[in-house]
């Protein structure tokens, strides 16, 4: 069983910065995929940005492009995703996403999901 547990997120005003944190556990975790996914309410739930665990990343999401950026941590299978320019349209739960093999942005390639974190960004 994997374990992630999300921190960081909160009520910012448009124009400003948040940082997300997300820690993966387990028993029998060797070095895993993670990433992010959000959440709107009223909409469905989509890709923001993954990394290997190698260091290597997927495109982001277009909505993100330029303006956030996904980073390993420095313990082992710690991820963070550092938000900046955020807009009112970024407000949503924001959900670290883990896998032990395989990487995309589907929701279904990750099996493991953190328990979110809202981002609230006012006008």
């Known amino acids: 069983q994997v374990q992630l547990v999300e921190s960081g997120g909160g009520l910012v005003q448009a124009g400003g910065s948040l940082r997300l944190s997300c820690a993966a556990s387990?028993?029998?975790?060797?070095?895993?995929?993670m990433g992010w996914f959000r959440q709107a309410p009223g909409k469905d739930r989509e890709f923001v940005a993954a990394?290997?665990?190698?260091?290597?990343?997927?495109p982001y999401a277009d909505s993100v492009k330029g303006r956030f950026t996904i980073s390993r941590g420095n313990a082992k299978n710690t991820v963070n995703l550092q938000m900046n320019s955020l807009k009112p349209e970024d407000t949503a739960v924001y959900y670290c996403?883990?896998?032990?093999?395989?990487?995309?942005?589907?929701?279904?390639?990750?099996?493991?999901w953190g328990q979110g974190t809202q981002v609230t960004v006012s006008s």
């Open positions: 996403v883990a896998a032990t093999t395989g990487i995309g942005t589907s929701i279904t390639m990750y099996p493991y």
């Open positions: 387990g028993r029998t975790l060797g070095s895993v995929n």
């Open positions: 990394m290997h665990w190698t260091g290597s990343k997927l």
